[in-house]
């Protein structure tokens, strides 16, 4: 155990490189283990839309040096109609973003190792101690944190997290130039951010359009393969034949054409966490998983899960005698449930219901939203069911019977 620790970051995404930065910055002896070699890091893992909205931006001093466009608005948009709310965000460089991160860490003192896949814990009488990585290269902490993402080689033999196929969202998107952002008929995307359901585009999911300046754009497709791609999906499609139909059909792609090199993959899983940490050991990001179900914001998530992660072990250590039982870390499950996801469970059922309404209900939905006041809308937003309630008609009667029976059948 000469190669020790007091925190071991397997990871370097946003959540666990804010975490090993959070940390580093109190001080604290910080390594970070990173699968990809650090002259192509992020290439393998560039996979984020990389939409964000301004309070992420300024609690966590993001640079205006990552930011390929600041944005006004968020526009939704149904088969038919659109609604339009004022909300100051930005569309960052992902790369760009994740890269600055490591920097920013290392200039705090903590220590990256690239080429540096995690693959088991390392478990002294039924507790982590260290990781191996690498094949058989072996690192030891005080406490350990799986930042790796849906893989969670860690979380997952520690049981501690159960991510289920059932909720992955599988998401494609390519960067595009000569995008007509302000077509006669649609809403204008100039420094917007626009979502659109519409299960012809993407059943059970979602589309999106974020201005990135100019005629560029980032354009994807993501959904879960759940009851509602059953319902409105065809199997014989993948993701990327959605994706083609929507820029083969939509007026505002026809001259617009993909930027070489500048495709994107990605997935996450939108449900519930089982656990969150155990004895040594936090998982954090989409380890947990940790995305915003309904808008699917992960950035700004993942990194109040980092922060909630670094505060956990700062308190653990500042004791006479540093306690890292699953006792003492369980402060980072209540951080987790008050601050980084207070409304997790019913921001999902929202989501879930919302993916189960017909295209039909999408266009009286924007209608409903555009003829709500402010209070109505922040109070849905926050999952206020006083507030939620104003949107649901005697004609959903049945959309809610039907989601009332597939829970019970879970």
Known sequence: MSDHHDVVVAGAGPAGAQCARDLAQRGYDVVVLEAEPEAEF??????????????????????????????????LESPNRHFVQQQPGAVLEFADFKQWLVAEGRKHGAEYRFQARANNPITENGKIVGVKYAGDEEVYADIIVDATGPAAPLAKKLGVTNLKRRNQAIGIEWEMEGVDVDHDGYADL?????????????PGGYSWIFHTGGDTAKVGVCYIQDESFQQYGDPEKGIDDYLEYWLETDPRFANAEKIDGKQHRGSAHIQMPSSLSTDNFMAIGDTVPTVDPLWGEGIHKCMESA????????????ETDPDT??????IYDDLWHKRVAPNMRTR??????????????????????????????????????????????????PLLAQFARERLAE
């Not at 100039?190 to 993407?202: E, F, I, P, Q």
């Open 307 to 318: 922060r909630a992660a670094a505060i956990t072990a700062d308190r653990c250590f500042m």
């Open 348 to 397: 999902l059922t929202m989501t879930q219901l919302l993916y189960l309404a017909s295209n039909e209900r999408y266009d009286r939905l924007m209608a409903d939203l555009q003829s709500a006041d402010i209070e109505t809308l922040s109070g849905a937003n926050e999952g206020g069911w006083r507030s939620l309630l104003q949107f649901i008609h005697t004609s959903d009667i």
């Open 42 to 75: 992020p290439r393998q893992s560039n996979k984020s839309t990389a939409g964000t909205f301004a309070s992420m931006m300024g609690a966590f001093g993001v640079p205006d040096d990552v930011v390929m466009q600041y944005t006004d608005d968020v526009v």
């Open 325 to 330: 039982s699953a006792e003492a870390l369980s």
């Open 190 to 202: 100039r420094d917007s951010m626009m979502l659109r359901l519409d299960h012809d585009l993407a």
